[in-house]
């Protein structure tokens, strides 16, 4: 990983051995030199002993862990492991094509791929978030991730772009947090997307419309309705978040208790 590559590097240059460097931090060599092969996952606690022992910026290293999409690293455990896309294929049950595209770039791992993928290299591939809990994958964070991801940009080159920092992205593209609705409008700008197409996707109308009532499918069809969505269209950004909160503060009032 890019993690265990630039750890070695910095070492190396300055002219600590493996062994001292794992006698500095009060980690095993052995887990050492897993971490620097992307054969381990370095902890917060190493990750924090070896920025002190490096002279290293913690949050720079933190940086360089969070930014390590899940197709770098399948590649990257495949070469170390010495397997092929086919040999990968055939261990995992994920077609050599679809482990191509990931190792590419070209498409996300869905969870289920990436399961079956973390089994087969023998390590603890992260899940998305999303995919955790059962949330649509075209989530908020789901639909920055897969734009960014589809754009080429790295956490810490999109990070910067939008002037926040590599562990807000990556709290928001995991689903951990919100943003805030300047900070959502500088994501929109620097993947050049529209704020709306962030938060649904036109192909997934039909899918949210068939997993409603039929009580709320004909309310939507009532032409009063339907002129209301119409005015939402030209809605600015700050005016559409302003209903949205009113519709949240009106569910959040019926859902309470009169006697609350």
Request: hydrophobic share 40%; aromatic share 6%; net charge negative.
């Amino acid at each position: 990983m890019l993690f265990g590559r630039r750890l070695r590097e910095i070492r190396r240059q300055q002219g600590i051995s493996l062994s001292e460097f794992a006698r500095l931090t009060g980690f095993s060599a052995s887990y050492a030199s897993a971490v620097e092969r992307g054969l381990k996952k370095p902890t917060p606690s190493f990750i924090c002993r070896a920025g002190g022992v490096l002279k290293v910026s913690t949050a720079y290293l933190e940086s360089l862990a969070e930014d390590a999409p899940e197709w770098e690293q399948v590649r990257e455990l495949r070469e170390n492991r010495g397997l092929s896309v086919a040999d990968l294929a055939e261990i995992s049950g994920v077609p050599a094509e679809t482990i191509k595209r990931i190792e590419a770039g070209q498409v996300l791992p869905t969870a289920e791929e990436i399961k079956k993928l973390a089994e087969a290299l023998n390590y603890p591939l992260e899940l998305p978030l999303a995919a955790n809990k059962g949330f649509n994958p075209v989530s908020l964070g789901w639909q920055i991730r897969k734009i960014r991801c589809e754009q080429g940009l790295s956490v810490t080159e999109f990070a910067e772009k939008a002037g926040v920092s590599p562990g807000l992205i990556s709290q928001i593209e995991g689903g951990y947090t919100v943003p805030l609705l300047e900070t959502l409008e500088a994501i929109a700008r620097c993947l050049n997307v529209s704020l709306a197409s962030l938060l649904t996707e036109e192909n997934n109308v039909d899918s949210v419309l068939a997993g409603l009532d039929e009580e709320t499918r004909r309310t939507l069809g009532d032409p009063k309705v339907q002129a209301l969505l119409c005015a939402l269209r030209d809605c600015e950004a700050r005016e559409f978040w302003f209903v949205l909160e009113f519709i949240a503060f009106f569910i959040r009032q019926k859902n309470t208790p009169a006697n609350a």
